[in-house]
């Protein structure tokens, strides 16, 4: 069996670990990108959002969603981490080259990024509905609904395909990771020709290539995570597409609208890229020696 599986493996734990540690700020800019409306409940802020919510929802308000959000991230860097190695490895034999070329680290990111929207994005829509669900602690006889039961839901109530509804931000925000990947691994080997990288350099390079590609794209992250919400069906508050969700935010919030929440989602994607490649790199070890003592990977000194 190739690397593929372990790196995967390797990215699933690496994701949840990112994820458990960044999520409070996942919860505060996902409910800053879809508020709308201004009120006396309304968030002026980062820090005025983790006040409320704490006053409001408790400790437990932070993490909303957080089952479905660590199930979707082992499963979307699982599955990323899987195709991005497929391919860079169908690179590697083509060229007889190890490290890929800048167009090949893109097309790697891309196909890795496209195959992993289409399977997870039903993990994130559900996630994105739990994490804006607002509970107040007084009000005790609310259950706040499971994953599985919040996808019964949106079934129920907006069919299938609902479970796709923001996949067309999600398919343009492949440029994200392509970005992101593009950028660590230039930078990866720009570092290597000198020296051995070690977990710090895995963190810091995370975090530039991570903070530049959240930069470039967060008009469509917000847009996304809009879109992926039950959509009114009031004209106004309704994105009947990417275009006419861009003119519709900056019509209604100007053009500042459109990176709401940002300072929230920079600090969150930078440290979860950071404990991801960090995290990801340092389990990779584990994952090669647990495969081998499943029996679905040979050793190294069996296989010379």
Request: hydrophobic fraction near 45%.
């Amino acid at each position: 069996m190739s690397d593929n599986v372990a790196h995967a493996l390797a990215g699933a734990g690496g994701g949840m670990i990112s994820m458990a540690v960044t999520y409070p700020l996942i919860t505060v800019n996902t409910r800053l990108q879809v508020q709308r409306k201004k009120d006396s409940t309304s968030y002026t802020g980062n820090m005025d959002a983790i006040r409320k919510i704490l006053s409001a929802e408790g400790i437990a308000g932070l993490f909303s969603g957080l089952e479905s959000a660590l199930f979707g991230a082992a499963v979307t860097n699982g599955v990323y981490y899987y195709f991005f190695e497929a391919v860079k490895a169908a690179f590697e034999r083509a060229s007889k080259r190890k490290n890929m070329s800048t167009v090949e680290s893109m097309v790697s990111g891309a196909v890795a990024g496209a195959m992993t929207c289409i399977i997870t994005n039903p993990i994130w829509v559900v996630n994105t509905r739990l994490t804006v669900k607002q509970k107040n602690t007084a009000e005790k006889e609310e259950e706040t609904p499971t994953t599985v039961q919040a996808f019964a839901e949106i079934i129920k109530e907006d069919g299938v395909l609902a479970l796709w509804q923001g996949i067309i931000p999600a398919l343009i925000l492949v440029i994200n990771p392509i970005i992101q990947y593009t950028a660590f691994e230039q930078l990866k080997n720009r570092v290597e020709r000198f020296r051995k990288l070690g977990s710090l350099d895995f963190f810091v390079l995370g975090a530039i290539s991570k903070l530049a590609a959240t930069s470039i794209t967060y008009p469509y992250i917000l847009l996304k995570s809009r879109m992926q919400l039950k959509q009114s069906k009031n004209e106004g508050e309704r994105y009947d597409s990417l275009v006419d969700g861009l003119r519709k935010v900056v019509a209604q919030e100007g053009v500042a609208g459109l990176y709401k929440g940002i300072e929230s989602k920079l600090l969150q994607s930078v440290l979860t890229a950071s404990f991801l490649f960090m995290s990801k790199e340092a389990l990779f070890s584990y994952a090669v020696k647990l495969l081998i003592l499943l029996g679905a990977r040979r050793s190294l000194a069996s296989a010379k």
